[in-house]
Nanobody, 114 residues
Framework: QVQLVESGGGLVQAGGSLRLSCAAS????????MGWYRQAPGKQRELVAT???????NYAESVKGRFTISRDNAKNTAYLQMNSLKPEDTASYYC????????WGQGTQVTVSS
C-alpha cells in the first residue's frame, strides 16, 4: 500500500508562486514515474508534469516555463514549483505515482485570484 500526501496549496494572486509537496510512504525510486495532475470544476483531470525514475521530465504546454517538477529521493518527496500563476491554474492538484499499480493523493486546492 502506498500513501501520497499533498500539501502547499492555497490562495495566491495572479503572478504569484506556490510550491506543492507530495510526501510518499515508500521510497521514490520504487516508482517508475511520478506526476502532478489537476482538475478544475467541471473539467476533466489533466496532466501537469511528470518525472520518471531516470529523471525524464514532461510538462503540459500550458505550464512550460512556469512550473518545475522535482523530487528529493532522500525525503521521499516530490515537488511542483509553480511561478507566474494565472487564474486558469486554479484547480485541485493531485500527486500520482506508478509502480505497476497507480496511486493518487487526496489533492490540494490551488486558487489564483485575478
Amino acid at each position: 500500500q502506498v500513501q501520497l500526501v499533498e500539501s502547499g496549496g492555497g490562495l495566491v494572486q495572479a503572478g504569484g508562486s506556490l510550491r506543492l509537496s507530495c510526501a510518499a510512504s515508500r521510497r521514490l525510486l520504487l516508482f517508475n514515474i511520478m506526476g502532478w495532475y489537476r482538475q478544475a470544476p467541471g473539467k476533466q483531470r489533466e496532466l501537469v508534469a511528470t518525472i520518471t525514475r531516470g529523471g525524464t521530465i514532461n510538462y503540459a504546454e500550458s505550464v512550460k516555463g512556469r512550473f518545475t517538477i522535482s523530487r528529493d529521493n532522500a525525503k521521499n518527496t516530490a515537488y511542483l514549483q509553480m511561478n507566474s500563476l494565472k487564474p486558469e491554474d486554479t484547480a485541485s492538484y493531485y500527486c500520482n505515482a506508478n509502480m505497476g499499480s497507480e496511486y493518487w493523493g487526496q489533492g490540494t486546492q490551488v486558487t489564483v485570484s485575478s
